[in-house]
């Protein structure tokens, strides 16, 4: 079974900088692609970031030149760096990995004052 441990969230004022972690158990070279999505009140879940097996990135374009993903394949670790964070980057963060079905880790806040 296939699970996704996020870590890294937090408070941090305008401007400033988190870096959120995914662990996931075992290899992540079996999953073609893994990402960050997240979900504020009263929205629907979003794509936030993703990279594939071949390491081809995409973002949205909220986040475009602020996030970066990246992966550790030694540590089987997914990140998002997050720079000039914004208050409306404000959500529940979620890593997600996909092989033949999504699996998904159980969220981190991330909270952005003005």
């Known amino acids: 079974q296939v699970q996704l441990v996020e870590s890294g969230g937090g408070l941090v004022q305008a401007g400033g900088s988190l870096r959120l972690s995914c662990a996931a158990s075992?290899?992540?070279?079996?999953?073609?692609?893994m990402g960050w999505y997240r979900q504020a009140p009263g929205k629907q879940r979003e794509l936030v970031a993703l990279?594939?097996?071949?390491?081809?990135?995409n973002y949205a374009d909220s986040v475009k030149g602020r996030f970066t993903i990246s992966r550790d394949n030694a540590l089987n670790t997914v990140y998002l760096q997050m720079n000039s964070l914004k208050p409306e980057d404000t959500a529940v963060y979620y890593c997600?990995?996909?092989?033949?079905?999504?699996?998904w880790g159980q969220g981190t806040q991330v909270t952005v004052s003005s």
């Open positions: 075992g290899s992540i070279f079996r999953f073609n692609r």
């Open positions: 997600n990995a996909y092989d033949t079905t999504m699996h």
């Open positions: 990279i594939t097996w071949g390491g081809t990135t």
